[in-house]
């Protein structure tokens, strides 16, 4: 039982990984704000919404590494929220260069719609391994 739930489980990230491949993509509506469980331990966003134009807005900010490693293929998921706490718009963007150990990253996440609040959430990552290094 536990390998059949691994299986889905594994699916299911291919499938939203390679549905969100390339940087602005929209994750499948109802999906979950994050690939990778308990991301909080390692890092925090710092963000603000701002208008891009009159029916967009942008979100901006940094994210900061609160972990020894480089991680590598950071992406984060903005989120457009109305007032009923429906989600009415989202996008994945990449954090440009990743972000370094106990360092700070910025991103930016264009082309979100007007909304009541937004919410911003680490999506994926890879920490950067050295050749040799052995995986954690």
Request: hydrophobic share 40%; net charge neutral; proline share 7%.
């Amino acid at each position: 039982m536990k390998a059949f739930r691994l299986g889905l489980l594994i699916t299911a990230i291919v499938t939203m990984t390679s549905a969100c491949a390339g940087t602005g993509a929209t994750p499948p509506p109802g999906s979950p704000t994050t690939l990778m469980y308990g991301w909080e331990h390692h890092f925090s966003i710092d963000w603000a919404a701002a208008e891009q134009g009159q029916n967009t807005r942008k979100v901006s900010g940094y994210v900061y590494n609160q972990h020894g490693e480089f991680a590598t293929h950071l992406r984060v998921l903005a989120q457009a929220i109305d007032s009923g706490g429906a989600v009415v718009g989202q996008r994945i963007a990449y954090v440009p260069g990743g972000v370094g150990g106990f360092g700070r990253a910025y991103f930016e996440v264009p082309n979100l719609p007007v909304a009541d609040n937004y919410r911003v959430s680490v999506w994926d990552y890879t920490w950067f391994q050295s050749p040799g290094s052995p995986l954690p």
